[in-house]
């Protein structure tokens, strides 16, 4: 291939750097947690049941892997999964994630359905930058459409979307700028 699946999994995380840095609002960045939250740097890898969640764990639960120890969703020691599958419930409406709950686990359902779940986490809160890999690979029309809106809207916020994809018409209807590798 071309590198960029190694690159971005380099960028979130998932693979040690060999060599050279990564700057975020000027900052080393290292792709920590707490980096994350504090740069609110978010991120939707390929392949998202695989690189982004927990195939066995519930909706709610990969829905508060971002935050569950943050307040709302916890208080000191003692996680909230009342608050988490309030909160999931809430999400699964807004998104429109066709499944059969919170509770059901992620595994369960379609490719689209996890893209709108991992946004739904990813895009919670403010987004300075999003990084996303082939977000539409193998969806629907509607999901295709429903996705690309939701990435257009962070950059109608101010945040900054890096995208990797490997489809020239996604990349030409999304990007201000393109690189190619």
């Not at 900052?27 to 947690?33: D, F, P, Q």
């Not at 639960?61 to 208080?75: K, Y």
């Not at 419930?89 to 059901?104: H, L, T, V």
Request: charged share 25%.
């Amino acid at each position: 291939g071309n590198g960029q699946r190694e690159w971005m999994e380099a960028l979130v995380g998932q693979r040690p750097r060999l060599s050279g840095s990564v700057q975020v609002r000027g900052e080393e960045y290292l792709a920590s947690r707490a980096q994350n939250h504090r740069l609110k740097v978010r991120s939707l890898p390929e392949e998202p049941l695989r690189n982004a969640c927990v195939a066995q764990m519930s909706l709610s639960e990969n829905m508060a892997l971002r935050d569950f120890d943050l307040n709302p969703l916890s208080h000191w020691a003692w996680i909230k999964p009342k608050v988490w599958r309030q909160r999931a419930r809430q999400w699964i409406a807004d998104f429109g994630i066709k499944s059969q709950g919170e509770n059901a686990p992620i595994q369960s359902l379609s490719g689209g359905n996890v893209q709108r779940t991992i946004l739904a986490r990813e895009l919670h809160g403010e987004v300075e930058l999003l990084m996303v890999m082939n977000p539409v690979f193998g969806l629907d029309f509607a999901a295709v459409r429903e996705i690309h809106q939701r990435i257009e809207q962070v950059k109608q916020q101010g945040g900054a979307v890096l995208l990797f994809s490997e489809d020239l018409d996604e990349l030409l209807e999304l990007s201000d700028r393109l690189v190619v590798m």
